[in-house]
């Protein structure tokens, strides 16, 4: 959201955000109105409490929710871990956007986005969507079956060890100095190629990275496997896969921002509204801020898209539409050419093994976006079919997924109940 004020205060756009908090709705209009009148170029800023008065007439929606993630997800890590010492249980499929626990994620995230859609086909029913709510390629399939343009903005792959600042950084290179391309599915992505100013290839030198094991274990491994490397966090990609001996998935993953984070974005947001960014005080608060913003910016595309500007994004999530050798209906993750706000085909070539596992995993995407929005047939289908759960028993894990449905029942009622199954997971 902070990402969202900043770029639309440079571009003059008319933003509305809702938010239940009136604390929070004073702070939010209160910091985006300084960074508008800094900019001077006109637009505005309200936060209100009212979700159809948001969405009246809205050119462009951000869709950044996520219900009760990290609570919910400690929910399903309890729930998968085994009942006796020593036994682990499910717990490897304790996940925030693949296998079991992405699946529950994935049906909660419906849960929240079928209501917003249905509200926006009645006040808002041109407006394209940008998801940046986790798991983003099923966010925004979701979208796109509801009947919207939609586009997805995931995890950078820019930052991190395993990103291209680190794989920059390895090379003894700055990013600036370099041209990379990488693509692939949301949370999957695989480094293409890597250039220098120059227009001379870095691949080979990037190969001999992942091929000694210098960039770690896991991207070494699918080296081997997949003839590619693989760029951004590496636990986003091991979601999607199989259980793996040398890879737990993380015990308290990071769901947004920390406490501590929290209350320092706020301070200083409060500062620039108090001070605005004329004052130091004020600057410097903002420069603090800036510093701490991640690189997506959905308010910049969205606008390109509106008002039909050039732009390039180095991922956007989107239907596959013959960029990679894929189903064209796949959400997939690449780079994005916007000539006057229309997108120029560029075709990216990845190895056929690696192209084999993607479809797989774009398929539980799909499958698991229908289950959200209620197909029940869909989501026995995706446990049937989901990479991420090979290795177990998938009529216990049709249990379990079904237990888990009830579990959380406050939010997905009985529309996923399986009328068949009166059992409990033991």
Not at 12 to 36: H, P, T, W
Not at 312 to 323: E, L, M, Q, S, Y
Not at 392 to 403: E, F, G, K, M, S
């Amino acid at each position: 959201m902070l990402t969202d004020l900043l770029q639309a205060g440079h571009e003059g756009a008319d933003v509305r955000i809702e938010e239940k908090n009136s604390a929070m709705q004073d702070l939010l209009a209160g910091y985006g109105g300084a960074c508008f009148r800094h900019a001077n170029l006109g637009g505005s800023i309200q936060a209100l409490s009212s979700r159809t008065k948001v969405l009246e007439g809205a050119d462009l929606v951000i869709y950044a929710g996520d219900p009760m993630a990290s609570s919910r997800f400690q929910q399903d890590r309890d729930a998968l871990s085994g009942v006796e010492e020593g036994d682990e249980g499910l717990l490897d499929q304790a996940r925030v956007n693949g296998g079991i626990g992405g699946l529950m994620h994935t049906l909660r995230q419906g849960a929240s986005i079928v209501p917003l859609a249905h509200d926006m086909k009645s006040v808002c029913p041109d407006a394209r969507v940008i998801s940046l709510g986790d798991p983003v390629a099923r966010t925004t399939d979701m979208f796109a079956r509801l009947g919207f343009e939609s586009y997805g903005l995931a995890r950078s792959c820019l930052r991190g060890p395993t990103g291209l600042e680190g794989i920059c950084r390895k090379l003894d290179m700055k990013m600036e100095d370099v041209r990379a391309v990488w693509a692939g599915l949301p949370g999957f992505s695989f480094l293409t190629s890597l250039q220098d100013l120059s227009g001379h290839s870095l691949m080979s030198e990037v190969y001999a990275l992942a091929s000694d094991g210098v960039l770690g274990r896991l991207i070494q491994r699918w080296y081997r496997l997949y003839d590619a490397v693989a760029i951004g966090r590496v636990t986003d990609h091991a979601e999607y896969m199989p259980a793996q001996d040398d890879f737990k998935p993380e015990e308290r993953p990071e769901m947004g921002e920390s406490v501590e984070k929290r209350k320092d974005r706020i301070l200083n947001m409060n500062l620039v509204r108090e001070h605005g960014l004329e004052d130091p005080d004020g600057m410097t608060a903002q420069l603090l801020l800036l510093t701490r913003t991640p690189p997506q910016r959905p308010i910049q595309l969205g606008l390109a898209l509106l008002r039909g500007e050039d732009l390039n994004v180095p991922d956007v999530t989107r239907k596959n539409a013959g960029i990679l050798a894929l189903s064209r209906d796949a959400e997939i993750s690449a780079p994005l050419i916007l000539k006057q706000g229309k997108a120029v085909p560029s075709p990216v070539q990845l190895p056929g093994a690696l192209l084999d596992l993607m479809g797989d995993i774009a398929w539980a995407h799909s499958l698991a976006s229908q289950a959200a929005l209620g197909d029940r047939a869909a989501l026995r289908e995706c446990v049937e079919t989901d990479p991420a759960l090979d290795g177990l028993d998938r009529l216990y894990v049709q249990d379990v997924v079904q237990a888990m449905i009830r579990m959380h029942s406050d939010i997905l009622g009985d529309l996923f109940e399986d009328p068949d199954d009166d059992g409990d997971m033991e």
